[in-house]
């Protein structure tokens, strides 16, 4: 079930002008282009509706999809962060997009790709710490896009992530504490 | 046999790794280059970190026949790079440099570097007489010219008030043009280009934090590097340059491929196509195509393009897509007026600081390098018709102005635009360097007379 199916016409109405702006950015085919109409949706509150996003869960972060294009070309992810939840530090296994904060204050960690050992491990050198308030934004472009995510306010957090077609798996990276991270493929799920 | 000796005017990076081939080959070589180091030339000196290369570091190495050569100097000198990783220029201006050591200590007495200026060449049956700022001058079997990129074209209508003035840059190369004069300074830049990105990172790595407006006729940004999931495309079939442009398009809407495959599968043949163009088509491609061919083409690194996403989505830096109308000096700073495209509106931007960021002048006329502008006077070197470039010949000789290629003058890199339409990047620039190098050992020996001295 996306959010699409949860709302009512009046909400459907709006979701339809989020949409057609997103659409239109991710045609050009520019993650400069995604980030300013991102940006400037949130700052006009297009997702002010808190039913656009999944209830939060104590164990870990909600995901709920906003929108999955028919023809596959974006989709729009709407995310819920209690106070201290964050990601795993992950990539976006070569997708583009962007990412608002609409509710709350998210730590972004950015990281790139060291030295690889034998055994598949590598190193991560943390490119930036980067804190994003609301209706600011991020953008993830291969291969600046390994970074973790975490609610570092004190309140519930709701983000929009879009990204080019649709994201089911990713890699994660574990540290292993001595330096080295262990990367692990995981399959994606939507938790409404 | 005896040896050639080949005078390189020029020790950027065209230069150094003609030099390395020469010597390996086991010619003689004088670089002429008046900078201590040789290598890095105008395009990789940049200290700034967030200055990267506009290309991944697998397709950097300096070799044709050695593509994986950057990767492992990089991985020596203990900074390992994936080959999609976008490393820093000054990073590759030290890896042309340590090509250049690596000349000098294989040539020995066959690698001489000459601290000074070509500012002639003059090319009879005897050989190339090279004359030099220093007044020195020296006979060579032939001279090549690898004097690199241009500065950037002047930007139309600035008074000379205002040219001259404090708050106007002639380039972003210029050493205190990125140096805000107070981090909240409003900043205009002419041009949106890859050299437009260059000025944004360079003032936000110095401490800039004010308002910028970008502005060029079209408001193109260049696109963004991805990573791609495929190898590029063999080229699709196609008989004229509109049916390649046709084909880029629909790959854009059907999703089915990223379009950077096609364009970079064209590199390859990008130039053979350009040649088979008469000259009207040529000319049609200048002026309607090729700045939507050079944003496609010639890429944003991803750190670059994701920088300058934040700056335009929190309203710090403004694109604008429009005409600047004459700039007039105001007290602290500059008037820019602009025309904006396809609208009925003037917006006006008072700014501190106007840093010219127009790409390199390719218009060989115009430009102020001696050696090109003596070879000119002389009729050596003529301006292509497309005011693009010289005429040169597919060998890399010069044609003069009686119409026949030299025997002995050669150009490699930026010189060839218009004769070709791709001649910048190294890519392209390493394989000049390998059949030039070729066409260079069979020169004619110079006659026993040695050159004819002017």
């Known amino acids: 079930m996306t959010a699409s199916d949860r709302l009512d016409s009046m909400t459907q109405t709006r979701l339809g002008a989020i949409i057609a702006p997103l659409a239109r950015a991710m045609a050009t085919d520019r993650a400069t282009t995604l980030a300013a109409v991102l940006s400037s949706l949130g700052k006009s509150n297009a997702f002010a509706d808190e039913s656009l996003f999944a209830p939060p869960s104590a164990s870990r972060y ?19 962060w209690l106070p201290g939840q964050g990601t795993p530090v992950h990539d976006h296994a070569g997708r583009w997009g962007a990412e608002l904060v609409v509710r709350g204050t998210m730590l972004e960690t950015s990281y790139r790709l060291g030295a690889r050992d034998g055994n598949g491990r590598t190193r991560l050198v943390v490119q930036h710490e980067n804190p994003i308030d609301a209706t600011q934004v991020g953008v993830i472009l291969p291969s600046v896009d390994i970074h973790e995510f975490v609610n570092v306010g004190a309140g519930v957090a709701h983000t929009v992530h879009v990204y080019s077609t649709l994201v089911d798996a990713c890699t994660t990276f574990t540290s292993d504490g001595d330096g080295w991270w262990t990367p692990a493929p995981v399959a994606l799920a939507y938790d409404a | 046999m005896p040896e050639r000796h080949v005078a390189i005017a020029g020790g950027g990076a065209s230069g150094v790794l003609l030099a390395h081939a020469l010597v390996r080959a086991g010619a003689h070589v004088t670089i002429v280059e008046p900078r201590a180091e040789l290598g890095a030339g105008l395009a990789y000196s940049t200290p700034c970190p967030l200055h990267l290369l506009n290309a991944p570091a697998g397709r950097m190495s300096g070799f044709a026949d050695d593509p994986e050569h950057f990767l492992r100097w990089l991985a020596a000198e203990g900074e390992p790079a994936a080959p999609t990783a976008f490393v820093s220029r000054s990073r590759y201006g030290a890896y042309l440099a340590c090509i250049a050591r690596e000349a000098h200590e294989r040539g020995g007495e066959r690698f001489r570097h000459l601290r000074s200026r070509v500012t002639d060449a003059v090319a009879g049956p005897g050989g190339v007489s090279v004359r030099t700022s220093d007044g020195e001058t020296f006979a060579a079997d032939a001279c090549v010219v690898a004097v690199g990129n241009a500065k950037p074209a002047p930007w139309p209508l600035v008074p000379d008030e205002v040219r001259t003035g404090p708050s106007f840059f002639e380039s972003v190369w210029h050493d205190d043009a990125t140096t805000p004069g107070n981090p909240d300074e409003s900043v205009v830049l002419l041009g949106t280009g890859l050299t437009a990105v260059d000025a944004v990172l360079g003032l936000r790595h110095n401490g800039h934090r004010g308002p910028i407006v970008m502005v060029s006729r079209r408001g193109l940004l260049p696109h963004e590097h991805r990573q791609l999931d495929r190898p590029p495309a063999s080229a699709p079939f ?35 196509r350009w040649e088979a163009l008469d000259l009207t088509e040529q000319r049609r491609f ?3 195509v090729l700045p939507y061919w050079n944003v496609h083409r010639h890429r944003m690194a991803p750190e670059a393009a994701k920088a300058v996403a934040l700056l335009l989505a929190d309203g710090t830096l403004r694109m604008i897509a429009g005409r600047t109308q004459t700039l007039q000096a105001i007290a602290g700073g500059v008037r820019v007026p602009i025309a904006v495209r396809g609208r009925d509106e003037t917006i006006v931007v008072d700014a501190q600081r106007v840093i010219n960021c127009s790409g390199p002048e390719h218009d060989v006329s115009a430009r102020t390098n001696p050696l090109l502008r003596s070879l000119l006077a002389s009729g050596a070197m003529v301006p292509n018709p497309l005011r693009i470039g010289a005429r040169i010949a597919s060998d890399g000789a010069l044609i003069g102005a009686d119409g026949r290629p030299s025997a002995r003058l050669f150009a490699l890199g930026p010189v060839r635009y218009g004769t070709l339409i791709e001649t910048t990047a190294i890519p392209e620039i390493r394989e000049q360097v390998r ?16 050159p004819v001295l002017s």
């Open chain 1, 62 to 80: 909600s995901r709920g999809r906003i929108w999955a294009d028919p023809d596959g070309r974006f989709t729009v992810v709407g995310m819920t």
């Open chain 2, 286 to 288: 200048v002026r309607h």
């Open chain 2, 435 to 450: 059949d030039l190098a070729e066409r260079l050992l069979a020169v004619p020996a110079a006659g026993p007379l040695g």
């Open chain 2, 238 to 272: 196609a008989t004229s340059l509109g049916d390649v442009i046709a084909s880029v398009r629909r790959s854009r809407t059907s999703n089915e491929s990223d379009w950077r495959t096609i364009i970079d599968g064209l590199r390859h043949e990008i130039n053979v």
